[in-house]
Each structure stands twice: as C-alpha cells, then as structure tokens.
C-alpha cells in the first residue's frame, strides 16, 4: 500500500479515506482546519513516508497547502475549486521546486464524458444564430463557490469549441444534492438540453484517487509537472484498467 496524506478532512475527505484501500493506499495522515491552520501541519516531519496527497480543503488554504508540498516532493491531487485566481502562484512554486500537482474542477469521468457532449454541442451550433444558450448548475447548500468550478470549465470548454455568443449562467445551493449540471441551447422551432447528474460524491472521490495512483508515476518515482485533470484523464483511466 502507498501512504497517502488527506490535506482537508471533510465530508469528501473522509470518503477518500473510506475509498483509499480499493485504490492500493492507506491514509497515514489526515489534516483538517485545526491541526493545519495556515499549512502549518504541513512539515518534512509529518510528511515524512508520505508518497502522495490529495487536498480537498477549502480555496483559500488551496494556494498556502500546494506551496507547502511542493518542496517536499510529495505528488499532489488538489480537488478543491475556487481557487483559479491563485493558480499561477501555485504553478510557479510547483515549477520551482520540480514538484508535480494535477488539479481538476471535477475528477467524475461521466463528467469528462460530458465536457466532450457539451464541447460538440457548442461547435455545431456557433453559426446557428436562431439558437440561444444557458447553463445551470445546483449543489448542496454546503458548497461555497458559485458558479461551480465544473460549470466554469464547461463554459470554457464551449468557448474554445467555438460558440462566442453570451450564455446565460445560474447556480442554486440547496438541500443536500451532490451536483446537477446542465446546458441547453433553445430556438423557435425546439430545445436540446443535455444534463449530467451525480448521484453521490463517490465519482469525485474514486477520480481524485486514481488521479494520485497516476501522479506517482512509473515505478512510484512520482510525476513532475502541472496538470489539469480533463487533460490527461484518458491516460489515467487506460493506466487504471
């Protein structure tokens, strides 16, 4: 088994932990907001033996957690969003000391799966006119980042397929769903709406798993470099099966 460290202690945190061993890890260190205030509970010493992380702490402590790890090079998985406004601070420091990070605003593969969707859907339609656009995501009232990091990565993904025209975006935070997705184009003459939903955060969990089990790399030396998840998502799934 590979020792894994848990930078973030929460309800997904704790359902890495429950998943890890399907995945060939044991958590041998857990840091929440009180034994990591300010990435303090990150140190050469309580890292030590540590061959891979995965944070799913909040945005703010994402930026602080990643500049800590780099230097100890332990690969790092970061699942948590709303952090994009930091990311070339985090990407300087990971470049810095030859470290390596792969982050994703959604490591479920039925979500990968519906990047694609949506990225085909907004090529086809960039030169219909007649067609507008919305998208619409809603979370469980815990979530704190809104528009959700996936719906901005779908948005991007239909911006770099083509459709330049505005898209109307809303987010709803309600109740305890683990996350509802959607885009609809709408005419005069019909509507196409496509729709991913995840039934639990069990998806989340097992891709920010196999991420790690990729970031460590051949023979375990560990992955240097900066990676987005729905990059090389298909490298990691292939490695998997």
Same mark, same amino acid.
């Given at each position: 088994?590979?020792?894994?460290?848990?930078?973030?202690?929460?309800?997904?945190?704790?359902?890495?932990?429950?998943?890890?061993?399907?995945?060939?890890?044991?958590?041998?260190?857990?840091?929440?907001?009180?034994?990591?205030?300010?990435?303090?509970?990150?140190?050469?010493?309580?890292?030590?033996?540590?061959?891979?992380?995965?944070?799913?702490?909040?945005?703010?402590?994402?930026?602080?957690?990643?500049?800590?790890?780099?230097?100890?090079?332990?690969?790092?998985?970061?699942?948590?969003?709303?952090?994009?406004?930091?990311?070339?601070?985090?990407?300087?420091?990971?470049?810095?000391?030859?470290?390596?990070?792969?982050?994703?605003?959604?490591?479920?593969?039925?979500?990968?799966?519906?990047?694609?969707?949506?990225?085909?859907?907004?090529?086809?339609?960039?030169?219909?006119?007649?067609?507008?656009?919305?998208?619409?995501?809603?979370?469980?009232?815990?979530?704190?980042?809104?528009?959700?990091?996936?719906?901005?990565?779908?948005?991007?993904?239909?911006? @770099?397929?083509?459709?330049?025209?505005?898209?109307?975006? %809303?987010? *709803? +935070? /309600? #109740?305890?769903?683990? $996350?509802?997705?959607?885009?609809?184009?709408?005419? @005069?003459?019909?509507?196409?709406?496509?729709?991913?939903? %995840?039934? *639990? +955060? /069990? #998806?989340?969990?097992? $891709?920010?798993?196999?991420?790690?089990?990729?970031?460590?790399?051949?023979?375990?030396?560990?992955?240097?470099?900066?990676?987005?998840?729905?990059?090389?998502?298909?490298?990691?799934?292939?490695?998997?099966?």
């Amino acid at each position: 088994m590979s020792r894994l460290a848990l930078v973030g202690y929460g309800r997904m945190g704790r359902l890495v932990e429950q998943l890890a061993p399907d995945h060939g890890f044991e958590v041998a260190l857990r840091l929440d907001e009180n034994s990591n205030p300010g990435g303090a509970g990150i140190t050469a010493g309580s890292f030590q033996g540590i061959d891979a992380a995965i944070d799913f702490s909040t945005a703010a402590a994402v930026p602080v957690n990643a500049e800590r790890i780099a230097p100890l090079g332990v690969p790092l998985v970061v699942g948590t969003t709303g952090w994009g406004s930091e990311m070339p601070r985090v990407r300087e420091a990971v470049e810095r000391h030859g470290a390596g990070l792969l982050h994703g605003a959604n490591f479920s593969v039925g979500v990968q799966v519906f990047y694609r969707l949506a990225g085909a859907a907004a090529r086809l339609l960039a030169d219909e006119a007649s067609y507008g656009a919305w998208a619409y995501e809603i979370h469980h009232k815990m979530k704190q980042d809104a528009p959700s990091g996936t719906l901005l990565q779908i948005l991007k993904v239909m911006e @770099e397929s083509g459709y330049d025209r505005p898209v109307d975006v %809303a987010s *709803s +935070r /309600a #109740g305890a769903i683990p $996350g509802t997705h959607q885009i609809g184009f709408d005419s @005069e003459a019909d509507t196409i709406l496509l729709e991913h939903r %995840a039934r *639990s +955060r /069990a #998806g989340f969990a097992h $891709g920010a798993l196999r991420a790690a089990r990729w970031m460590l790399g051949p023979q375990g030396t560990g992955r240097q470099g900066f990676y987005e998840f729905s990059q090389v998502w298909e490298e990691i799934v292939q490695e998997g099966n």
